[in-house]
């Protein structure tokens, strides 16, 4: 046993160096191989922090100024997900800062800070009316009217920045103007050069600064739009003037907004009066990826269209591309680095890499743990086989879970999201919303068929699994340790690296004390949740194969577990991209309203790797201990950290 321990804390240790080797060298590519500083720091505006990064040239100095520009982020990222523009922006000599914006990342303030109003418009600004019902009221959770009215921005006209409630868009730039007056500041900026870019929820803050600089010696010389909303001139001052401006289009965004309220994007979008309005030209004359007007006087325009989805934009190396070339043309970037020449890229897959090492790690350690005494109760043999649901009894099973939680997640989750009246000084997290709303139903339905399938066993005299308190808790112990070790060494990678485990969009975040009292506002559902579902598919549909020993045993029970856990997911995956690929439209805004298309459809991209992971541990944990505490308690922490470290807050 001695031998075995020392095995596993060896490959154990393994795993976590090559981790951390990973993180070294995609902090040199951050860095530039030391052509780039890095700086973290916060910016005090109204009794809060805005938390930055800012990635300066070696090169810029207050006798060789350097231009610079800021970016924002979307909805449910932070200013890790702006790196790909970062760096490489900093590598041809701009001074660049990523800001997290209200509600997001480390900064204090939360989205409430924004500003909401009483009423939303369906259709484009300008193209409303009360008589058509595209200018409506609504009432509700404060938090649902925020999110109602991120396409609603403070310098529009009164009709819709503010209402007869006296409430008001306070600040759509979500800090990103005080952002950019520190950034104009900088001894070694040269703010004649200065440029924006935001990606989603961004880009309206993007609009914002531009509109609030307007006609200032520091106004923006380039708009970046990464997925951005067009709007008419109707809707704010004539006298506010936006230069040079590149709307990269995602041909699969799943976002209504940002496809002008149509179903597709086609060349019918790019003829409509608000695409060629925007590009300065007529109809017959419009195209995508053509320059219109001149950069000299600012009224460059152009659309990019980009085969990819919503949330894939911000890397996607043709935007990029083109984005560089927008804003060298605009600012005149002081290093002459091709274009194609990327580095940031590879410095997500590193941190990735570096994320499933650190994750794989976990499996020798949860080995290593339970060969101590302490935790030799947590490790039991797996019930008797009387208790294994028949063929026909398990597929019954299988397609009732598969459906109810496929067909309950764009409904249960938009709920939870915006109208599950919750106390919001309390239930803070607006995506942990949606998915506690998820949860909820399915704790409840789970709860009803576990008495069920429990009398039911009981008739044919098969004695029921019983709860065991002291396995139970040193269960919930064991997986403690296991994401303690983890959040350790992701704080250690945040400390020496500047980086945090990740890909693309924020995963595991080191905590805000803030964060970390919401981490634990929420961890009781996470936890009853996954206990249940794991006892629902380890227990009561477990396999054969869940007996049998070796690596294609483990595979075989693997899939079955993996097919329950994200089975309803997929069928939603599918449900949402096959009409959008075949050029009908998103899923779910087609059959169900794009009210539930959105944010919870494009979040997949991510949601299903991580349930292909907890299928993954949960299997291994239920394998090693027998019983569902330790892989539910574990998925449970992960999931929460997720959510409540990374993604936004009210």
Known sequence: MK?????????????????????GAADKLQRDNGNIEIIDGQIEVHGGYLAYKLYKP?????????????????????????AAYAIELARRGAVVLCLDEYGHGSTTLGLINRGFVNHVVKVNYGNDSIEDGTFKKIGGSKRYRVLMNFSNLSFFDDRYSKDSDGNMIIDSSCGGTKAYEILAKLDYVDNARMAISGHSMGTWSSWSVAADYSGTGIAPKAIVLQCGELFTDEVYDNSITFNNVLL???????????????????????KSDLRTSFLGTTADKAEWNKTYGSFADGSARRMELLNTNHRLTTHNLKGLAVAL??????????????????????????????????LASLFPLMKLLLCLPFFKDVKQDIPVKSSLASDKGWRRGALITILLSGLSFPFMTQLGHALLPL????????VGNGFLGWY??????????????????????????????KVFLKSLLLAVLLCAFMYLVNFIYVKVFDLDLRFIWPFFKVFTMERFIQFLVYIPFFGLFYYLNNTKIMRDLRRESAYEKGFGAFMKDWSSNFLLMAGGVLIIVLIEYIPFFAGIGPGADVLFGSTFGGPFMSILILFVPQVLFFSVLCTFAYRNTGRAYTGAMLAAILACWIVTGGSSIL
């Open 3 to 23: 031998k075995k321990s020392i095995v596993y804390l060896v490959v154990c240790l393994c795993l976590v160096l090559a981790a951390s080797l990973c993180m």
């Open 58 to 82: 070696v090169s810029a100095t207050a006798s060789n100024k350097a231009p610079a520009v800021l970016l924002l982020h979307g909805y449910q990222n932070d200013h890790e997900t702006c």
């Open 248 to 270: 990269l289009q995602a041909k699969y965004d799943e976002f209504s907004y940002f496809r002008d309220y149509q179903r597709t994007v086609d060349d019918d979008l790019l």
């Open 325 to 358: 070339e927008w804003f060298d043309e605009a600012i005149d970037l002081p290093n002459d680095i091709p274009v194609n020449n990327i580095i940031a890229k590879t410095k997500e897959y590193l941190v990735l890499g570096a994320m499933l090492l650190v």
């Open 423 to 430: 106390p919001e000084n309390i239930f803070r997290m607006t």
């Open 440 to 469: 909820l139903l399915l704790i409840i339905i789970m709860i009803i068929t576990s008495v069920i399938t429990r009398a039911k066993n009981k008739k044919k005299g098969i004695d029921p699994e019983r709860f065991d308190i």
